[in-house]
């Protein structure tokens, strides 16, 4: 029955994909969501039993010395649980989201958005590294035909080939880091890994830990495989959700947090993830503050909030990152709902958060599930993120006060440029021709409930510490002065969008080099794609021409000359003045000689009677010779 729980999103997939042309589009999205509901329900009753004694499902043994099987802990169960029940809400959210592509093949979508949960609950639940690669994979296929899903549109093609190419980077040292791990272990089991890393090599550990936080890296979207994240955003609202929220993007924390034994007995490793996720923290926080992309605003988001994730894994608080990516599931899902249903609100054709206001009055409940995100995410009481975040930036300082200020100051800017599009988008003032309204009820319902969760999600941390073998502790100086910090970032959000007490056109203008330089993201989207990418492909086209067109092609243009050029001379020499001349000799010694012999058959009397009196004449001349 455990095995129920990965395998029912796949036998969705299976039904919807081969099936769903003929059941329609609304039938295959009930299919999925139905599978992932069944799902839901079964890691709630497996996860009392899970917490209580870990166990594992053997489902296949794939090679002697590799079995594939499901390994239930509190880690996965509760990440499963998770995960499910947030695919579910946005599932359903997408039916309205997705009405007006009915009839069109949509059952597509449908299919591609199960695959994208099964990948995602074999990385969860996988017992071994190998099975956890599967899945790896599996997001890694299911995000490129997602994003891509209008494929008719190039930005949406060019940013699913980015994120497949990007993510192909990172796979390849996941790959090797799995290798390393057989070398090093001689078995792929997670349990036998974790039951042999006191017995290896620290420095030997090292290369491997970090090898597989690579992977970790392109999954996640962290500094320098980052890009390809924000510009994900070109794929439908939902996929959107459901990568940062649920699945791809939180992989690589999972991954991390899954293998963190091995982590843990390597201090490196684990100071080069805190050093990655901490910098990846502050540098997308700054991106956000610039950018008027609506979706991209909380993809930036997501990229900073992650960092902070890896922060606390490598400062060694693995339940306190597990902790927020839990609550973060619930409050990022909510905020890319409400950014959809704005987006849905005018036809998918406004995209930039000041050709949007005042949708406050118009879409009060999209609105309400926006601000209840927004606070979640600033960290606010007694809402879930600020018991999570606390935890960290708790977390942060007793490790140093340079990475504590670092976590606070991010927490700052989120606070920030969260508010600042929700105040642009529901409260700066904006008249319409036709006036936007209220999304439909399957879409407000997943957000009500993505709502709630947000703000209780919070109370449950003192038992999710319990299960996850750690201590809930309540820092009140850093809990105030962080609550502190978030409503200083949204009064200044509040001051400048809503007040006006700073006209931040006039200030944008002042301070354009710096807001140009965030909202580029430092200019590595521009290194990456004008020069690594252009190089790479001026050097694939000067390869091109003088590999292939100038050194191969002329080898055999060439080769071809000499041919034709030894071939004319044998036909004009050969063939023409030799075997030419002969036969055509010969024929004509045998034509003219034909024509006198044919003299001798004319059927001509008078010539025979001619012949035989010289015959008669030339015998008698012997004859009269001989006889002389």
């Known amino acids: 029955m455990e095995a129920l729980v990965l395998f029912l999103p796949l036998f969705a997939f299976l039904v919807v994909g081969l099936l769903g042309r003929y059941m329609g589009d609304l039938l295959s999205a009930l299919i999925t969501i ?19 004694s870990p166990f594992s499902v053997k489902l296949y043994d794939f090679l002697p010395f590799l079995s594939f099987g499901l390994y239930f802990d509190a880690l996965s169960s509760i990440t499963s649980a998770v995960v499910t029940l947030v695919a579910c809400l946005i599932f359903v959210y997408s039916i309205g989201y997705m009405h007006n592509l009915f009839g069109h093949w949509t059952f597509k979508f449908y299919a591609y958005l199960s695959l994208f949960l099964f990948a ?12 956890i690669f599967f899945g790896w994979e599996g997001v890694g296929l299911a995000s490129y035909l997602l994003i891509g899903y209008f494929h008719t549109q190039k930005k949406a093609a060019d940013a699913s080939l980015e994120a497949f190419v990007m993510n192909r980077v990172g796979d390849w040292l996941f790959i090797f880091g799995i290798i390393s791990s057989f070398y090093i272990f001689g078995s792929l089991s997670l349990l036998d890994i974790f039951g042999k890393v006191s017995s290896v090599p620290s420095a030997l550990l090292s290369v491997c830990a970090l090898l597989l936080f690579g992977g970790a890296v392109g999954k996640s979207g962290q500094l320098p495989l980052h890009t390809w994240l924000p510009n994900a955003m070109a794929g439908p609202t939902p996929v959107s959700a459901l990568l940062h929220a649920a699945t ?24 080069v993830v805190a050093l990655i996720g901490g910098i990846t923290a502050l540098f997308a926080a700054l991106a956000a503050t610039s950018h008027t992309d609506i979706k991209k605003i909380i993809a930036f988001s997501t990229m900073s909030q992650l960092g902070l994730m890896y922060l606390a894994l490598g400062l060694g608080d693995k339940a306190g990152a597990m902790f927020h990516l839990t609550t973060h599931a619930f409050f990022k899902a909510l905020l890319f709902l409400a950014a959809g249903s704005v987006i849905h609100a005018f036809h998918h054709q406004v995209y930039d958060i000041y050709q949007v206001g005042g949708l406050k009055k118009y879409m009060p409940a999209t609105y309400w599930s926006f601000i209840v995100g927004a606070l979640a995410l600033s960290g606010i009481f007694p809402l879930s993120g600020f018991f999570s975040k606390d935890r960290i930036i708790s977390s942060a300082y007793e490790a140093g006060t340079g990475w504590g200020l670092l976590a606070s100051f991010v927490s700052l800017l989120t606070a920030y440029y969260i508010f600042r599009e929700g105040f642009v988008m529901f409260v700066s003032k904006r008249e319409y021709e036709e006036k936007p309204h209220e999304s439909e009820k399957v879409m407000v319902l997943p957000m009500v409930a993505l709502s709630v969760l ?37 009064g200044i959000a509040y001051a400048v969008y809503v007040k006006g007490a700073i006209d931040h056109r006039r200030a944008y203008r002042a301070l354009k080099p710096i807001a140009d330089t965030f909202r580029e993201q430092f200019y590595t989207e521009k290194l990456y794609h004008k020069l690594i990418a252009y190089g790479y492909l001026v050097v694939s086209k000067a390869l091109y021409r003088i590999g292939d067109r100038i050194t191969i092609d002329g080898f055999i243009n060439l080769l071809a000359f000499l041919y034709f050029k030894v071939v004319r001379f044998l036909w004009m020499k050969l063939d023409i003045m030799v075997v030419d001349l002969f036969v ?26 001619l012949f035989l009196l010289m015959g008669i004449v030339f015998i008698l001349g012997v004859i009269t010779y001989s006889l002389r």
């Open 34 to 52: 139905g599978a992932g509901l069944l799902s839901f329900v079964l890691s709630l009753t497996i996860l009392s039993k899970a917490i209580s």
């Open 584 to 609: 055509n000799g010969v024929a004509k010694l045998s034509f003219k000689t034909g024509r006198y012999v044919r003299n001798l058959q004319t059927g001509l009397l008078n010539n025979y009677v």
């Open 120 to 131: 995602m609950l074999l990385i969860v639940l996988s017992d071994n590294l190998l099975g």
């Open 454 to 490: 947000s703000v209780v999600s919070g109370l449950i941390e003192g038992w999710y510490m319990r299960v996850m073998g750690s201590k809930s502790e309540l820092h009140l100086s850093i809990a105030i002065s962080s609550v502190l910090i978030g409503l200083t970032g949204i």
């Open 248 to 271: 791809m993007v939180a992989a690589g924390v999972y991954m991390v947090a899954r293998l963190y034994p091995l982590f843990e007995a390597t201090p490196e490793s684990l100071k």
